[in-house]
């Protein structure tokens, strides 16, 4: 069975920093995009990072240049360094995935989300 499991939120202030983590686990084949999305309190969750197999990235507008998507494709990994944090980015982050497991089925994976909270 495929998981994602995503690490790395807590507090911190205005200005700060914060690496957030997602391992992809099971029996897995290969991974094509991987995506972080957040979701602030009565709000849709919005996409803020995508990054392809080969490395290519693409960001949100509110996030660009603040934040920096990067994966470890032999560690099926991705990272979110987050940066100048603002109050704004407050929300639960999810780690998304599209994976083929051993049953050789593309599908879409989510992590169970972490909070990140930016407050002085």
């Known amino acids: 069975q495929v998981q994602l499991v995503e690490s790395g939120g807590g507090l911190v202030q205005p200005g700060g920093s914060l690496r957030l983590s997602c391992a992809a686990s ?10 972080w999305y957040r979701q602030a309190p009565g ?3 919005i996409l803020v990072a995508t990054v392809s197999g080969t490395g290519s990235t693409n960001y949100a507008d ?3 240049g603040r934040f920096t ?4 494709n032999a560690k099926n990994t991705v990272t979110l360094q987050m940066n100048s ?3 704004e980015d407050t929300a639960v982050y999810y780690c998304n995935a ?3 497991s051993t049953d050789r ?3 879409n994976y989510w992590g169970q989300g972490t909070q990140v909270t930016v407050s002085s």
């Not at 998507?69 to 470890?72: A, E, G, L, N, Q």
Request: aromatic share 0%.
């Open 43 to 45: 709000q849709e969750r």
């Open 105 to 107: 089925i593309l599908r």
């Open 26 to 35: 099971g029996s897995i084949v290969s991974i094509g995009l991987m995506h």
């Open 69 to 72: 998507v990067t994966r470890d």
């Open 98 to 100: 599209d994976l083929i």
């Open 85 to 87: 944090l603002k109050p």
């Open 62 to 64: 509110s996030v660009q």
